[in-house]
């Protein structure tokens, strides 16, 4: 059974997720609209994940007791100025949710909610290579500049990745 405390913790969570799912099924928008289809193509599959994610959440916190929670979420932007600030922005939303579940493992190990404390490890993990993801992103988005042919490579690379994560996914 879940202490209530983190019953809310948890629904707080969820409710992070579901809005990582919609800023990125936006930003896949904005990227499609602007003749990116790379770029979009990784954010489509992005936005998915983190629906797999609330979903994980909203299992876990049904299976023990709790109620898990959907509200109501905050609407995403819309346009970006541009693909390289739209990623500087996936970084520090990447940065946000780390912290926000840091704070939530930290709530379980002060309840000595071990199950609960185990089964975050894994968005722990999740959220590690998250980051790095986002920051290689960043790195590669640095190295090309203001080199169209360089946004052209960039942008098939960014699908190839999307592609490999949704084989990797389905395995």
Known sequence: MLLKNI?????????????????????????????LEGIAR????????????????????NERGGHAQVTDLKAPKTTYETFKGMFEELYKHEVFVSESINK????????????????????????????????????KINLIGDDKGGLYLFDRDIQQMAIASAAATTK
Do not use: P
């Open 7 to 35: 019953e809310t913790a948890l629904n707080k969570q969820i409710r992070i997720e579901a809005e990582s799912s919609q800023t990125y099924l936006s930003m896949a928008c904005w990227a499609e609209v602007n003749g």
């Open 42 to 61: 990784f954010m489509y599959a992005q936005s998915d994940e983190e629906r797999l994610h609330m979903l994980k959440l909203i299992k876990y916190v």
């Open 104 to 139: 939530l493992v930290h709530i379980t190990f002060e309840e000595k909610d071990y199950a609960t404390h185990n089964f975050l490890q894994w968005y722990v993990a999740e959220q590690i290579e998250e980051e790095a993801t986002a920051k290689n992103i960043l790195d």
